[in-house]
């Protein structure tokens, strides 16, 4: 992929795009196999090498008048990437009637130097039919008269625009967003209609993977190992809007899936319901979850019913931690639990083998790697891992 930004050192965040592709895979694979010894790895997964991003997260810099989407530079002074490579093109399209907008409506750009302004940073998020969530994170409510005041010149120069918020984010520091959400659109979520069958329901702070095609990828992998095996009751640990669980379910099967959002767990709920399949959601810690043997841990939500095999331990456990792993205590509670089989979905294979050293009695069957993040050395790799 070829990239004019970052040729004249303006953005240096695609730090392999000077390696060929191939050359990047192989060495993300062979990374993966230093650190997990899978008897079986299949082929490696390799999506498009430019416009795969669903996401963008854009620093807002510049000036009212000629506003900067993109990061900042060494000097806090705002460098625009609206066009970047990586976006599809959805996302560069509406960004750029995005950034006429905020001129039109006289949003402020944050000075992070002056600590004066408002718009910190711009999230679009675009569903694989195209509809997009736009998320505007602001210093403080003070634009909030005006942004709903020009919302429908906005939805009129973007019409595919599903979702609009306003993140509220008050602190001076590098935090990308807020905990409080202002939905501005009768709309609340954005569906995401996936290739494998299966609608996610995202609300403006659920996460879903930034790359579409690999995330189906990941998902479908998942649905083909446990199609595989005998097994009644799935727990999903970390799962999120239910993008496991939802692809796990089926029938003879019971899935519950933990997640600490109660806003993910209602999303989650709502695409169960509308799928009509056997999968139940918790709001809570899912460690805590675990290590209370299947007894509601951590803050439930209190709209749900006890899920009808609470108590029950799974045939199959299904993580997706962030990058940090699950942890000792966790790993510790899969080692003894008796589940017969994992599928651990890992963005660090580092972590991952951490914590695979504490789950001796669990062995991998298969692995795979998937390229989730061309051109940088991050990836995806998902192990079936069964007890021996």
């Not at 989407?69 to 625009?80: E, M, P, S, Y």
């Not at 799935?234 to 519950?256: K, N, S």
């Not at 290590?291 to 331990?313: F, I, M, T, V």
Request: aromatic share 6%.
């Amino acid at each position: 992929m070829d990239c004019h930004h970052y040729d004249a050192f303006r953005c240096r965040s695609c730090t392999l795009l000077e390696v060929p592709r191939a050359r990047q895979l192989s060495d993300k694979e062979a990374h993966a196999r230093s650190l997990v010894d899978s008897p079986v790895w299949l082929p490696t997964v390799a999506g498009d090498e430019a416009g795969f991003r669903n996401k963008a997260k854009m620093a807002v810099g510049g000036t009212v008048e000629a506003p900067t989407l993109g990061i900042l530079d060494r000097d806090l002074a705002g460098v625009d990437l609206r066009d970047c490579g990586l976006h599809s093109p959805g996302l560069t399209s509406a960004l750029d009637r995005i950034a006429s907008w905020i001129s039109s409506a006289a949003l402020t750009p944050y000075d992070v130097a002056a600590r004066a302004g408002e718009l910190k940073h711009v999230l679009l998020t675009e569903s694989p039919a195209g509809e997009l969530m736009l998320r505007l994170v602001v210093r403080s409510t003070a634009l909030e008269a005006r942004v709903r005041s020009r919302l429908p010149a906005l939805l009129g120069a973007v019409p595919e625009l599903r979702v609009v918020t306003l993140n509220v984010q008050p602190e001076h520091k590098a935090v990308l967003e807020g905990d409080r959400e202002i939905v501005l659109t009768e709309s609340t979520v954005l569906p995401m209609r996936l290739a494998t069958g299966v609608t996610l329901r995202l609300g403006p702070r659920s996460f879903f993977q930034t790359n579409t095609f690999v995330a189906e990828a990941l998902y479908n992998q998942a649905r083909t190992w446990v199609e595989g095996l005998d097994v009644r009751t799935i727990w999903d640990l970390y799962c999120g809007v239910g993008g496991f669980a939802l692809h796990l379910a089926g029938p003879g099967r019971e899935v519950l899936g933990v997640e600490v959002s109660a806003d993910a767990i209602d999303a989650a709920t709502s695409t169960a319901a509308e799928l009509g399949v056997a999968a139940s959601f918790v709001a809570g810690d899912a460690t805590a979850y675990a290590l209370a043997g299947g007894q509601r841990g951590g803050s439930p939500s209190s709209s749900h019913e006890d899920p009808p095999h609470s108590g029950g331990l799974p045939d199959l456990v299904v993580v997706n931690p962030p990058r940090r792993g699950i942890g000792a205590d966790l790993a510790g509670w899969l080692e003894t639990s008796g589940a017969d089989h994992l599928v651990y979905s890992s963005c660090n294979a580092e972590s991952l083998a951490r914590d695979l050293a504490l789950m001796p009695s669990l062995r991998p069957v298969e692995a795979r790697v998937l390229d989730m993040f061309p051109h940088t050395t991050h990836y995806e790799v998902i192990v079936l891992l069964s007890r021996r």
